[in-house]
């Protein structure tokens, strides 16, 4: 938590640079964003675990797999439609896009309301957990400061990614005569290669900076995309490299 809090205090040093096209945007509100971070960090935390501690594990495997088509087509879409139009700020009106992106994400997060109610605690990790936080600041910061920048990329690949990844567990959710484990091993593999890429592109704009963007903010976002990588990476490494084949 104490990573949130400076981070916060930063940001409000940050405020008078605000891009005016979303002034009045909620998820560009730091107040909004921390506020739902921590009632998000308090549900699965504390009420969550609280309101099924002495409740069976509910069944919401329909409900997950409407969730998973619904991310599938939301995510293709706006993965079409920005491939399509380009840079948004080129074109003002895919700021709409956006802001369906960064709605997105704050519904993403309720994938982790599903593993409470499952009682699937070993899914509510640190990484999990740090990851859909990480998200909602990150979404705020560039709705508030960095709008159609270097950054444009990376909720362009989230959304190819996503695309696959609920694809897997929407079929993976059927229980079909087809062993699936080796693509759950390919989705990890995704999203590292996908944190790297991030972690290069942002690496390079260090040196380049042709949007003009604030060291501050690319120094930030190489640093923590660098850690995100190491968490995915060592995630990978427990769950499949250090134990036996026998689980591939």
Known sequence: ??????????????DTESDPRTVDVPEASFTYTFVLVGLYLLVVHKLGPAFMLKRK?????????????????????????????????I???LICLVLILT???TVHISSSIFFVLRKKWKQVSFLHVYHHCLMLICAC???????????????????????VMYSYYFVSSLNLAVNLQPWK??????????????????????????CGLSPFWLIASFMQN?????????????????????NE
């Open 226 to 246: 660098a850690f995100i990588t190491v968490l995915f990476f060592n995630f990978y490494y427990r769950t499949y490299l250090a134990k036996p084949k026998r």
């Open 185 to 210: 091993r390919r989705v990890t593999q995704l999203q590292i290669v996908q944190f790297f890429f991030y972690t290069v592109h942002l690496g390079r704009a260090l040196f380049n900076n042709w």
């Open 57 to 89: 594990p509910y069944e919401v495997k329909r409900i997950v797999q409407i969730y998973n088509i619904m991310q599938v087509i939301l995510n293709a879409f706006i993965f079409a439609q920005v491939w399509r139009f380009g840079s948004m700020c």
């Open 141 to 163: 910061i560039y709705l508030k400061y960095l709008l159609g920048s270097h950054f444009e990329i990376v909720g362009l690949i989230n959304c190819f990614v996503h695309v």
């Open 91 to 93: 074109i003002p009106n």
């Open 103 to 105: 709605r997105q994400i």
């Open 1 to 14: 938590m104490l990573i949130f809090k400076v981070l916060y205090a930063k940001l409000l040093e940050f």
